[in-house]
Nanobody, 124 residues
Framework: EVQLVESGGGLVQAGGSLRLSCAAS????????IGWFRQAPGKGREEVSC????????FYVDSVKGRFTISGNNGLNTVYLQMNNLKPEDTAGYYC?????????????????WGQGLQVTVSS
């Protein structure tokens, strides 16, 4: 059973820091990435950052570049999102996502899994 368990959200003042963690287990991909999405009230879900399991390459949405850092250990069994210099506009529900694919006898199949989400609130 695939599990993505998030922790580390909470309330922080503007300029402060939080570190989100996502513990991933139960999946086997031939290629995959783990990342974080966020969704603020009344807005769509936005991809914030992700890291490739095969290359270690990372992606950041423009609004968090220079402030957020994604990293992983143990073959991305745990992925962290260090968030510094937080702003009120970072307030949102944050969701861990694991996306990947696996080659089977029938062809390539894509999979995506989501964590339960956690709240990050940045006060001004």
């Amino acid at each position: 059973e695939v599990q993505l368990v998030e922790s580390g959200g909470g309330l922080v003042q503007a300029g402060g820091s939080l570190r989100l963690s996502c513990a991933a287990s139960g999946f086997t991909f031939d290629d995959y990435a783990i990342g974080w999405f966020r969704q603020a009230p009344g807005k769509g879900r936005e991809e914030v950052s992700c890291i490739s399991g095969s290359t270690g390459r990372t992606f950041y949405v423009d609004s968090v570049k220079g402030r957020f850092t994604i990293s992983g250990n143990n073959g991305l069994n745990t992925v962290y999102l260090q968030m510094n210099n937080l702003k009120p506009e970072d307030t949102a529900g944050y969701y861990c996502n694991a996306s990947g694919g696996r080659l089977s006898e029938d062809g390539w199949y894509d999979y995506t899994y989501w964590g339960q989400g956690l709240q990050v609130t940045v006060s001004s």
